[in-house]
Nanobody, 126 residues
Framework: QVKLVESGGGLVQAGDSLRLSCAASGLAFGTYAMAWFRQAPGKDRDFVAGIGWSGEHTYYAESAKGRFTISRDNSQNLVYLQMTSLKPEDTAVYYC???????????????????WGQGTQVTVSS
């Protein structure tokens, strides 16, 4: 059974940092590109960051550039999202997703990613 389980969300103040983790099981983790998306109430699910199978290539939404860092540990089947300088507009449920083409990150499109976690809530107060 394929599972992606996010953790690390919480309530923080503007300017704080958080690190989200996503633990994957039941899949050949090293053959998937991974990504983080987020969804605020009443809004679409948006791409935040993506990473290829090796971790060498990373991709960010404009809103995440310079503040967020995606990384992965293939030996532990983990992907991380380090978030710094958090803003109230970062408040959302954050989802981990697996996809890609033989581990290559190919698109930021939500519809491409077929494997999803249940999400973890991040709330940033002003």
């Amino acid at each position: 059974q394929v599972k992606l389980v996010e953790s690390g969300g919480g309530l923080v103040q503007a300017g704080d940092s958080l690190r989200l983790s996503c633990a994957a099981s039941g899949l050949a983790f090293g053959t998937y590109a991974m990504a983080w998306f987020r969804q605020a109430p009443g809004k679409d699910r948006d791409f935040v960051a993506g990473i290829g199978w090796s971790g060498e290539h990373t991709y960010y939404a404009e809103s995440a550039k310079g503040r967020f860092t995606i990384s992965r540990d293939n030996s532990q089947n983990l992907v991380y999202l380090q978030m710094t300088s958090l803003k109230p507009e970062d408040t959302a449920v954050y989802y981990c997703a697996a996809g890609g083409n033989n581990g290559v990150f190919v698109t930021r499109s939500v519809s491409h990613f077929k494997l999803w976690g249940q999400g973890t809530q991040v709330t940033v107060s002003s």
